[in-house]
């Protein structure tokens, strides 16, 4: 009976449409994410001097604040994922299982 069930959901254009856009953002996001944290990788590596400096009256690094930026950024992007599933993904989850019922 299950097997039936999923091919019911794999055949509905809905679900098509489900792994099409979530997987479209979770690659973008992804790519987002490896280039902000490789870019500050990166950016450590061969330029340390420049996160090096010292900012304000000299107690701090320019490396805090744009870790700080890096881990910020980060938590926006899960936060644009979680926003898009909750608004759409799991609109069109809800329309499949009604449809294969």
């Known amino acids: 009976m299950s ?3 999923a091919k ?3 055949a509905n254009p809905k679900f098509a449409e489900l792994v099409r856009t979530r997987d479209s953002l979770s690659l973008k996001l992804t790519i987002a994410t490896l280039v902000l944290y490789y870019g500050y990788i990166l950016l450590i590596a061969f330029d340390p001097k420049f996160l090096g400096m ?3 009256a000299g107690v701090m690094t320019l490396g805090m604040p ?3 930026v890096v ?3 980060s938590f926006v992007i899960v936060g644009i994922y979680v926003k898009k599933a909750n608004a759409n993904f799991d609109q069109l ?3 499949i299982v009604e449809e294969t019922k």
């Open 71 to 73: 881990i910020i950024l």
């Open 93 to 95: 989850t809800r329309q």
């Open 8 to 10: 019911k959901v794999r």
């Open 3 to 5: 097997s039936d069930i």
């Open 66 to 68: 744009v870790g700080l």
């Open 54 to 56: 010292k900012i304000g």
